[in-house]
T-cell receptor, first 112, second 115 residues
Framework: DQQVKQNSPSLSVQEGRISILNCDYT??????FLWYKKYPAEGPTFLIS?????DKNEDGRFTVFLNKSAKHLSLHIVPSQPGDSAVYFC???????????FGTGTRLKVLA | EAGVAQSPRYKIIEKRQSVAFWCNPI?????LYWYQQILGQGPKLLIQ????????DSQLPKDRFSAERLKGVDSTLKIQPAKLEDSAVYLC?????????????FGPGTRLTVL
């Protein structure tokens, strides 16, 4: 049972344009969401998070939007840069627990 | 600040052999996690330690996997005997207290190939 889904395995975007990565979840108990970025041969690196009491969180070029009614979150990267090329994982947890449930990842390629 | 260290980075073994992975978390981090990431999937939590005690090992295949965190610092994960389906990247992560809002910092992982 895949509780966190990233339905787009890959995405290509031109440098300078907006990248939008999507994530859907099924468990209504999830109340904390995160995005991690992973380069080849490295471990995932924390990017940005959002609590369910908010619908938007921004950090520089990265913004995460949460739509609780649709059980959907998205990561916007503006403007996209070639160094953003990586695999992006969304993750969710419930009830203040440590236990992250990860999606399958979306490979972003930013074309120069 | 030094990150999470893992060794070895790569390991190739035959099925039914045993293998061990080592992790040294960020200094002062009380919580340590082992994840399994199979190709094309997201990381899956195998076990979580709080200091040297196990908090959650519900997804650890205990018939073949074992883990310990002696003295509440570094940790080892062992597989004995290995199966083909154990081929994956094994990631270690640590966080300061183990709350959901505490960032989990990941090591580079150990890529295991079972032939």
């Amino acid at each position: 049972d895949q509780q966190v889904k990233q339905n787009s395995p890959s995405l290509s975007v031109q440098e300078g344009r907006i990248s939008i990565l999507n994530c859907d979840y099924t468990n209504s108990m999830f109340d904390y969401f995160l995005w991690y970025k992973k380069y080849p041969a490295e471990g995932p690196t924390f990017l940005i998070s959002i609590s369910s009491i908010k619908d938007k969180n921004e950090d520089g070029r990265f913004t995460v939007f949460l739509n609780k009614s649709a059980k959907h979150l998205s990561l916007h990267i503006v403007p996209s840069q070639p160094g953003d090329s990586a695999v992006y994982f969304c993750a969710a947890s419930a009830g203040g627990t440590y236990k992250y449930i990860f999606g399958t990842g979306t490979r972003l390629k930013v074309l120069a | 600040e030094a990150g999470v260290a893992q060794s070895p980075r790569y390991k190739i073994i035959e099925k039914r052999q045993s293998v061990a992975f080592w992790c040294n978390p960020i200094s002062g981090h009380a919580t340590l996690y082992w994840y399994q990431q199979i190709l094309g999937q997201g990381p899956k939590l195998l076990i979580q330690f709080q200091n040297n005690g196990v908090v959650d090992d519900s997804q650890l295949p205990k018939d073949r996997f074992s883990a310990e965190r002696l003295k509440g610092v570094d940790s080892t994960l062992k597989i004995q005997p290995a199966k083909l389906e154990d081929s994956a990247v094994y990631l270690c992560a640590s966080s300061s207290r183990g709350f959901a809002t505490d960032t989990q910092y990941f090591g580079p992982g150990t890529r295991l190939t079972v032939l």
